[in-house]
Nanobody, 122 residues
Framework: VQLQASGGGLVQAGGSLGLSCACSGRSLSSYRMGWFRQAPGKEREFVATISGSGGIAYYASSVKGRFTISRDNAKNTVYLRMNSLKPEDTAVYYC????????????????WGQGTQVTVSS
């Protein structure tokens, strides 16, 4: 199973970016997926998760109302749309495939993408 995250870049505060996570080696339709991020000098943290069908999503309080997680199971791809970006959103963003346990925890995910850098300038 391989997850390939893409779409990161440099954006000004208040701007928007869209991230993609393409999966190979597994059909994503049966799996909850998540996005996490890790800022310099900080621990990796939960951002958002979406159910296999795409019907249920949860967000970290810091991004709720600004970020939207979605998926296209036909394309085996998960997305993260990020609006109203803030400098504190600067981090490497990772997508991951859920295994079991609390979706909020890193240990609940078994496959990870390589990460894509998002930098928000003030």
């Amino acid at each position: 199973v391989q997850l390939q995250a893409s779409g990161g870049g440099l954006v000004q505060a208040g701007g928007s970016l869209g991230l993609s996570c393409a999966c190979s080696g597994r059909s994503l339709s049966s799996y909850r997926m998540g996005w996490f991020r890790q800022a310099p000098g900080k621990e990796r943290e939960f951002v958002a998760t979406i159910s296999g069908s795409g019907g249920i999503a949860y967000y970290a309080s810091s991004v709720k109302g600004r970020f939207t997680i979605s998926r296209d199971n036909a394309k085996n791809t998960v997305y993260l749309r990020m609006n109203s970006l803030k400098p504190e959103d600067t981090a490497v963003y990772y997508c991951a495939s859920y295994s079991s346990g609390n979706y909020y925890y890193i240990s609940s995910y078994d496959y990870w993408g390589q990460g894509t850098q998002v930098t928000v300038s003030s």
